[in-house]
């Protein structure tokens, strides 16, 4: 199918274990984005990727990692999962060319 | 740096009543504006759009124009229905090649009865 896909949609997983997010989009985009969506805090952007093999940081990445290898796969690996890290977490793409980006349907990640 | 600010809400409607959530911003030179909503349990869908001072965004009923005057993008619907029910963001992003970032308002939870 088209678009952005995430996966898991769902993740329960214990503290001190690595868990690792997957995005994937088939439009191409250049961009890529890692959001986590937290009450009372918004949106807040944790990593992005302008290309492949080149990423950044944004405004939260303590305790993340990301890579990207091919320009579709942006994966977000917690290396060693804290009760904090509980949020539902987004990622986006965007055009080279464009300003607006297009988000994935998310994934609830629970850390016990 | 850049910021944005809507009302926080909640706002409960009935079906049929207008919808005006208040969005202003701060940026450097002239960003992009954008309305998003995200419906319960789902990712953030771009709603409107407006790229340049005056412009008008428009879809499914609900419109707003990007102010530079006052620095707003309010979102307004004439006639809301239950499915309009979702929290609604307001957005920006500059126009600047090495700065990709969106940044977002708290939200607007939108209720609205039958």
């Known amino acids: 199918d088209a678009g952005i896909t995430q996966s898991p949609r769902y993740k329960i997983t214990e503290t001190g274990r690595q868990v690792t997010l997957m995005c994937h989009q088939t439009?191409?985009?250049?961009?890529m984005f890692w959001y986590r969506q937290d009450l009372g805090h918004g949106l807040r952007l944790i990593y992005y990727?302008?290309?492949?093999?080149?990423?950044d940081k944004g405004e939260v990445p303590d305790g993340y990692v990301v890579s990207r290898s091919k320009t579709e796969n942006f994966p977000l690996t917690l290396e060693s999962a804290t009760r904090s890290q509980t949020s539902v977490y987004f990622c986006a793409s965007r055009e080279q060319n464009s300003y607006e980006q297009y988000f994935g349907p998310g994934t609830r990640l629970t850390v016990t | 740096g850049n910021s944005v600010t809507q009302m926080e809400g909640p706002v409960t409607l009935s079906e049929e009543a207008f919808l005006t959530i208040n969005c202003t911003y701060t940026a450097t030179g002239y960003p992009s504006l954008f309305w998003y909503v995200q419906y319960p349990g789902e990712g953030l869908q771009l709603l409107l759009k407006?790229?340049?001072?005056?412009d008008k965004g428009s879809n499914k009923g609900f419109e707003a124009t990007y102010r530079k005057e006052t620095t707003s993008f309010h979102l307004e619907k004439g006639s809301v229905q239950v499915s309009d029910s979702a929290v609604y963001f307001c957005?920006?992003?500059?126009?600047?090649?090495?700065?990709?970032?969106?940044?977002f308002g708290a939200g607007t939870t939108v209720t609205v009865r039958a």
């Open positions: 407006a790229t340049k001072a005056d």
């Open positions: 990727s302008a290309a492949a093999d080149i990423t």
């Open positions: 439009w191409s985009h250049s961009y």
């Open positions: 957005a920006l992003t500059p126009h600047r090649s090495n700065d990709y970032k969106l940044s």
